[in-house]
């Protein structure tokens, strides 16, 4: 079984900047595809980024498109989420998730294992 621990969160201005780690506990990161969710108060939990086990392909939700990018390094069994021009709006819990399914179609059921969570908060 796969552990995941997210860490990099905190508070920061509008428009500033954020990295997001995901640690793995074992060597077996690079069979997963992995991704990146948050969930804010009163919010279901929403679909954030994707990258494939090589690292090679990726996909983003609208909203943040542009502004995030997802990477992987499998010599180090984790992941990244760069969060730039950042607004109140991604305030959330960031979770990082993995799965067996491909990136491109995995649901936020198709994911195997998920972090506790890291705050994320926003201020204007």
């Known amino acids: 079984q796969v552990q995941l621990v997210e860490s990099g969160g905190g508070l920061v201005q509008a428009g500033g900047s954020l990295r997001l780690s995901c640690a793995a506990s074992?060597?077996?990161?690079?069979?997963?595809?992995m991704g990146w969710y948050r969930q804010a108060p009163g919010k279901e939990r929403e679909f954030v980024a994707a990258?494939?086990?090589?690292?090679?392909?990726?996909k983003y939700a609208d909203s943040v498109k542009g502004r995030f990018t997802i990477s992987r390094d499998n010599a180090k069994n984790t992941a990244y989420l760069q969060m730039n021009s950042l607004k109140p709006e991604d305030t959330a819990v960031y979770f990082c998730a993995a799965t067996r399914e491909p990136y491109s179609r995995a649901r936020t059921a198709d994911y195997d294992y998920w972090g506790q969570g890291t705050q994320v908060t926003v201020s204007s």
């Open positions: 074992d060597g077996t990161f690079s069979r997963y595809d």
């Open positions: 990258i494939s086990w090589s690292g090679g392909r990726s």
